[in-house]
């Protein structure tokens, strides 16, 4: 039998309450119940928790060892519940989420949802590159970052919150374009939109160059989408894109998807906090709504800028 939290909470709450019929009373179900699950409990890890005290109980030395351990656990769950119940009740409060250009507008949905869940808490969300989200949560600026991963101080701690690929694409002229099998070792000489200074896309597009030992020609530097998807279709340069942000230009023929023999340009994406912010249930509620809404990431279209 493996010990599990409902049984741990009985005997946390009979223990202090020290009755076994008021801990009942507390949960919700019968004194036979709370009765049966100590009983077990003492049964299976041979020991003896609790003795008669008058109407009540007292715990045994076993107990207070078990109990002291148990405690802490409880204390900072009701806190939790009590800190989210009041971000509906209480407010204003304000969350700053910091975000690089590219993944910005994906975090939409789940700020608008998070807002009707909790209606008191406004959600402040600067876009920027990855470097300055991350600076934001160094300086406080910013309670949580989403970004594309970088060398974090080591102060700071990150989750992994997803991979990217990325799709590479030009316009027709480009001689790459409509060839079905082309190597990164191709790009050599290519003209190619990098990102802008700070950008994590930016970092992992030169580390992914430099691994193949290729040069290519730095056409232009930019932090903005609608500039690389125009300069891509006029000027046949190369980039590299979220492949949701690309698919009425591959679907009018204005960019052309170039698939590479190696496989892909990849990018992780974290979620980076304070070690002292992330027990925030605020930052803790938006994270675990964010999770599961990144798998919609890859059909949704959107619009915007890159970084």
């Known amino acids: 039998m493996l010990l599990n939290l409902n049984q741990l909470r009985i005997f946390y709450l009979a223990a202090r309450e020290g009755s076994f019929a008021r801990a ?30 008058g109407r009540g109980v007292a715990l045994t030395a076993e107990g207070e060892v078990l109990y002291q351990h148990a405690r802490p ?7 939790f519940e009590q800190v989210l119940r009041d971000l509906v009740k209480v407010g204003p409060y304000e969350l700053r989420v910091g975000a690089s250009k590219m ?3 994906y975090l939409m949905s789940t700020i608008t949802s998070f807002g009707e869940r909790y209606p008191n808490v406004t959600v402040m969300l600067r876009d920027t590159t990855s470097e300055e989200a991350v600076h934001g949560v160094e300086t406080l600026a910013n309670h949580l ?13 990150s989750k992994h919150l997803r991979r990217a690929d990325f799709a590479m694409a030009a316009g027709p002229s480009n001689p790459l374009s409509g060839r079905e099998d082309v190597s990164w070792l191709d790009l050599e000489g290519q003209p190619v939109i990098f990102r802008e200074p700070g ?14 030992g290729v040069s290519p020609v730095v056409a232009v530097e930019t932090g903005s989408m609608e500039f690389m998807k125009q300069y891509s279709a006029e000027r046949g340069a190369l980039a590299f894109f979220f492949p949701a942000d690309i698919q009425a230009d591959l679907a009018s023929g204005r960019l052309i998807e170039i698939p590479l023999r190696e496989g892909p340009l990849s990018l992780d994406i974290d979620i980076v906090f304070q070690p002292e912010t992330y027990r925030s249930p605020a930052v803790q509620a938006f994270i675990d709504m964010l999770e599961p809404a990144t798998t919609a990431w890859d059909a949704m279209p959107a619009e915007g800028a890159a970084g």
Do not use: Q, W
């Open 199 to 212: 950008s994590s896309a930016g970092r992992a597009m030169k580390k992914r160059f430099a691994e193949f």
């Open 73 to 79: 656990i409880f204390v900072a769950a009701d806190n």
């Open 145 to 157: 970052a989403v970004v594309g991963r970088l060398d974090y101080p080591a102060h700071l701690r």
């Open 24 to 53: 009942a009373e507390l949960l919700f179900i019968t004194p036979p119940a709370v009765t049966r699950a100590i009983k077990t409990l003492e049964s299976y890890y041979g020991v003896s928790l609790f003795r008669k005290a």
């Open 103 to 105: 993944f910005a507008r």
